[in-house]
């Protein structure tokens, strides 16, 4: 995980009130550059518009999420996961809408069901996050 992917991952985090968070790296289209941050930057940053929702897994689809992605060479950005998981233990996660609607095909993902649906976007739930931080 990437420093901006954690920042990332800690606002959908924080905002679902979720155990994790996860997204791909692929939907980050721009490095955050030092200095003021505008909506422009984030708009650059998170061109999509992936809405944030919360999906339950167990520990053991956590970490087959995550064999999945490393197996097909990608990396998953991630805030949260940390440590062992218990295999058996639910876990909710945030997410984004397009990885539960199908995007790159994860079958851990193609199992879950959406819990909560936060109708926002992901850029707009960072904005917020970085507002209420003032300093990152």
Do not use: H
């Given at each position: 995980?990437?420093?901006?992917?954690n920042l990332i991952?800690?606002?959908?985090?924080?905002?679902?009130?979720?155990?994790?968070?996860?997204i791909n790296t692929g939907g980050?289209?721009?490095?955050?550059?030092?200095?003021?941050?505008?909506?422009?930057?984030?708009?650059?940053?998170?061109?999509?518009?992936?809405?944030?929702?919360?999906?339950?897994?167990?520990?053991?689809?956590?970490?087959?999420?995550?064999?999945?992605?490393?197996?097909?060479?990608?990396?998953?950005?991630?805030?949260?996961?940390?440590?062992?998981?218990?295999?058996?233990?639910?876990?909710?996660?945030?997410?984004?809408?397009?990885?539960?609607?199908?995007?790159?095909?994860?079958?851990?993902?193609?199992?879950?069901?959406?819990?909560?649906?936060?109708?926002?976007?992901?850029?707009?739930?960072?904005?917020?996050?970085?507002?209420?931080?003032?300093?990152?």
């Amino acid at each position: 995980t990437t420093e901006l992917g954690n920042l990332i991952t800690s606002a959908m985090k924080d905002y679902m009130k979720a155990d994790f968070a996860v997204i791909n790296t692929g939907g980050i289209r721009k490095p955050l550059q030092k200095g003021n941050i505008t909506k422009g930057m984030i708009e650059e940053i998170l061109p999509f518009p992936n809405t944030v929702v919360t999906i339950n897994m167990t520990g053991k689809e956590v970490d087959a999420l995550f064999k999945e992605a490393k197996s097909r060479g990608k990396v998953l950005q991630s805030a949260g996961v940390e440590g062992k998981l218990d295999p058996k233990k639910t876990y909710s996660v945030a997410t984004i809408d397009f990885f539960t609607n199908g995007g790159e095909g994860y079958a851990s993902f193609k199992k879950a069901l959406v819990t909560a649906n936060s109708g926002k976007y992901v850029k707009d739930i960072l904005t917020d996050y970085i507002r209420r931080k003032k300093t990152l």
